[in-house]
């Protein structure tokens, strides 16, 4: 007995690789060989042209860890037959599935991954996923679900969450302010570098939008903690519970319709690397406690109403691009060591100032300028002092000039006398 395991094994590690490392494209069939190992563990089918439905056998593989059927052509609903069992990870992304999400995945109590994002699911938000005690990440990115997100009925519910990925949908109502307190993993900051699987076969990966790039986390870390409920349509005002987030790496929040302030809690997230709250409708000042986020890599507030003076200090200074959007920001006044912003007059003078000097005159040519005329000027006047009675009373003085040449006249000595 020990013998058919351990050579069912070896066939399915087997299939593994083959199919891992070849693109194939066939169909999975019903009754195909792969249905028949009951003690497959790890099935990797990712990346081919595999197409048609799932097979409804590849449920009722009780022993099977990991499903990984991403990157396919697989289309018509997921299979209602998944009964629990060992299933720790099951990826579904990157495929045409439709119809509900199955509530059978509720019973399988030791998933850890769940990743079903870019298909065309249309259903409300899965809240029975809440009863799957070991979930780490939750990926329904890019599908057609809707619906507000209802409150919690668990006070354990997501409480190991470390990645939760909403966007793209239509979901709608306000931020999940209570469920936020439930997720105690957010909250927790992770000492090692551990993997959200220890299996020597397999690693999980995902697609996640990190700093505004779309990026591809070959192996989970478990310090890697993210918040996603962009491009949706939730209102309302941002929890301020989203501060107990503490260990949070990215959140984003983008294209909605949040209203109100940018809560100052937000400066709880010490470890935060990416922020985007743009595209809302956010109002108010920008907290100052913002600019103690010193590990931002990212920073995205523009498209707002937001109003007020744009902090100064941390890394609010590199994000020149970060607050475009908001006609109601002004910049702030400058510090000790800064230079004052001149007004508009000393801004029209040092503009032609500009203008003197690009045509190659300095203020010092100026000055040597003004020197030698003022030079020239005095020597001109001393001239003109010493210059000859005749000159002067020529120049300056017509008729004195004619008075005194005809006394001259008269007192000439070849002159007649009266």
């Known amino acids: 007995m020990k013998r058919i395991r351990n050579h069912q094994l070896l066939i399915s590690l087997l299939i593994f690789y083959i199919i891992h490392s070849y693109t194939v494209i066939f169909c999975i069939s019903a009754d195909s060989v792969i ?42 609903e997921i299979p209602q037959t998944f009964n629990g069992g060992s299933l720790r990870t099951l990826d579904l992304s990157y ?83 209570k ?35 779309e990026m591809e986390l070959k192996r ?13 349509n ?42 985007d709250l743009s595209h809302n409708q956010l109002s108010g000042k920008i907290p100052n406690e913002l600019t103690r986020l010193t590990f931002l890599g ?4 523009s498209f707002n109403k937001l109003t007020g003076k744009i902090p100064k200090g941390g890394q609010f200074e590199t994000f020149p691009n970060a607050f475009i959007g908001n006609p109601g920001l002004v910049t702030s006044p400058p510090g000790k060591n800064e230079k004052p912003t001149p007004s508009s007059k000393s801004r029209l003078s040092s503009l032609k100032f500009r203008v003197f000097k690009a045509n190659g005159y300095g203020w010092e040519d100026v000055l040597v300028g003004y020197g030698c005329g003022l ?3 005095l020597v001109g006047g001393c001239y003109l002092i010493w210059m000859k009675e005749e000159h002067i009373w020529t120049a300056f003085n017509i008729k004195g000039h004619a008075q005194r040449k005809s006394r001259k006249a008269k007192t000439h000595p070849y002159g007649k006398q009266k």
């Open 375 to 377: 030079v020239l000027g």
């Open 95 to 177: 495929n045409k599935l439709q119809g509900r999400f199955p509530i059978s995945f509720s019973t399988c109590k030791d998933l850890e991954v769940l990743n079903v994002g870019h298909n065309s699911i249309a259903d409300v938000f899965p809240q029975w996923l809440e009863f799957l005690p070991k979930l780490i990440v939750l990926v329904l990115r890019n599908n057609k679900f809707y619906g507000p997100i209802p409150p919690s009925t668990n006070a354990s519910s997501f409480s190991e969450l470390h990645i939760i990925d909403l966007s793209q949908n239509n979901f709608t109502g306000t931020l999940p302010s």
């Open 298 to 301: 990212a920073l995205d507030l």
């Open 234 to 275: 939730f209102h309302g005002e941002i929890p301020m519970s989203i501060g107990r987030f503490r260990a949070l790496r990215v959140l984003n929040l983008s294209r909605n319709a949040l209203t109100g302030v940018i809560p100052p809690s937000l400066a709880d997230l010490r470890d935060l690397e990416s922020l």
């Open 35 to 76: 249905c028949k190992l009951k003690s497959l563990q790890y099935l990797d089918l990712s990346n081919n042209y595999f197409h048609g439905p799932i097979p409804l056998c590849l449920g009722n593989l009780s022993s099977l860890v990991m499903l990984n059927l991403q990157k396919n052509n697989f289309s018509g």
């Open 220 to 232: 989970i870390l478990i310090v890697f903690k993210a918040v996603d409920f962009s491009q949706n």
């Open 179 to 213: 469920n936020f307190e439930n997720w105690h993993s957010m909250g927790k900051p992770e000492n090692n570098l551990s993997y959200s699987t220890g299996s020597p076969y397999y690693s999980d990966s995902m697609i996640i939008i990190n700093k505004g790039v």
